[in-house]
Each structure stands twice: as structure tokens, then as C-alpha cells.
């Protein structure tokens, strides 16, 4: 097994003396964000290619354009075909050099405007997903950082606690805005969850095997007060620590996997950035992190 190296922190950043600071900019390992940028980078070619694919699409349609509120006041206009292809090809080749380390703040920040306009575009003709805001968000502030790296696994920053930490906020305001805006819809929280959501989306779009929860009415209404709960109390997972921690992004991927399962709903942008709350570092070989971890021990 290998042996965990004691951080020490880069030279140029003091600790903060403030409890709040010291939460929000917390010294992790650097190598922590280097394994995350390959996560998020290697997924936005995927979302890019399947998920938000549809850019290309959308040129032939200018005239249904319909911009979101920062994309009009950047003053964005519609894509054309050539365009977004020239769009994806960008995305994809900053998105290869930024995952290899290769220079490392340009193809970030590359990345960042590029997949930032993409999502303006997927995003900007009456649909709006709110699955991909911590994405767009991990996007955003991975270039921050600045040079990180697989080796080291022993050299702790604020900077990249910093950056992880606004990932997972980001994640879990996804989950609870999602129950602040089913109560502002609805006008009263107790209709939604005494509701018929989960029957429709069941009747809809449901698998074979989950036809049967329609007999189960009241299995499916506790079923939707259990996701108002969970979504209300996602903010403590910033909390949570150790077991509890892991226990609590388990929870969450298998509640997205039964429901891509059951509706074919997968949410896997906000997914992928669950990782933000993960020790990363352990996932980098030993042999990378021989540099690093004699310089910690030194």
C-alpha cells in the first residue's frame, strides 16, 4: 500500500486565519486537480459529441434562436453550421491538450470559452439543462489553478481547494435549486410531492421493468418526498466527511443510476463532477509520485 505523503503547502500561499477561509480555500493536492482536469476535459468531448450535440443542428435553424439573458448581453448572435463545426473541432482539441497537461492555462481558459459559447448555443433554443452547471462551472475555474500535476501528490494549495470547493457547491446547488424551482412552479411545495410527477414520467418514458411501480401510487409519492428531502439537504454533503462523505456521493450516483434506469434520465455532467469531493490523488501510480512524495518527506 502505498504510503500517504504529508503535504506541504506552495511557497507563495499563507494559510488564512478565518474558520470560513479555511473551508473555502482549503490546501488539497494539486495532484487532486490534475486527475480531476482529465475527468472533465475527456467528458466534454463526450457531452460536446452525444449529450449537447446538437449545436450543429441548430445552425440550419437561426431564426429559433432564443438567448439566454448573459449570451444577449454579450450580445452572442446565432451559430451557423460552419460555425459549430468549427466550434467542436476547438472544444475537442483544447479539451485533448488541456486533459495531457499541455500548456496547461491556455487550453484551459481555451476550453472554458469555447464550451461556454457551445453551452450558449445547445442551451439557447427553449431549452435550458440544469444538469451541466457544475460542468460548465468546472470549466470555469480549473484554469485558475494553474500548473498541476500527477506527481504532485504531496504539494497542497488553496488555489486547488479553492477551485474544488466552488465544484462542489456548484454541484450541490444543481440538486437544490431543482426543489426551490419545483416549489416556485408549483406554487406549493406539498402539491408537487403529493403530485403525479414520477406517474407520468413513468407512464411516459418509463422502462418495462418499473411499469409496475404504477400500481403503487403511494410508493411513488414517498418516493417524491424523499427526493424534495435529499435535494433541500444536499448543501451538507459540503459537510460531510470520511465514510460519510463517500456514503453520500454513492448516494447520489446510484439515485442517478436508477433513475436512468427506470426513466432513462442519467445526469451524468453533474455526475462526473461528484469526483470534485473524491481524494483523486490516490488514483495516480505510485511511480508518478515518487518526485513529490520524497520532496514532501524531506
Known sequence: MRRTPTLTTTPAEAAPTNAFLRWFLPE???ARV???????????????LTISGDVIAHGWTPEFYQ???LARFLHIPAVSVLGAQLLLTAIIVFSLLAAAGILQRIS????AITFGLWMFYTQGYGYVAHDHMALVIAALVLPTVGVARFRDVGTASAKAGWALRVVQIAVVLT???SAVMKWIASGNIAE???GAVIIWALMRRGAEWSKPFLEMPGFLIAGQWAT?????????ALLAKGKWLYGVVAFFCVFHLLTYLALGIHFLPTVICWAAFLPLEKLVPGRFTSTGTARAQS
Not at 482536469?37 to 463526450?46: A, C, G, K, S, T
Not at 484551459?108 to 476550453?111: M, P, T
Not at 428531502?229 to 444536499?234: I, W
Open 28 to 30: 488539497l493536492p494539486l
Open 34 to 48: 490534475a486527475v480531476f482536469r482529465v475527468f472533465i476535459y475527456l467528458f466534454i468531448i463526450i457531452d460536446v
Open 67 to 69: 438567448p439566454l439573458w
Open 108 to 111: 484551459g481558459w481555451a476550453v
Open 175 to 177: 440538486y437544490f435549486y
Open 192 to 194: 408537487w410531492g403529493n
Open 228 to 236: 424534495l428531502a435529499f435535494e433541500f439537504l444536499s448543501p451538507l
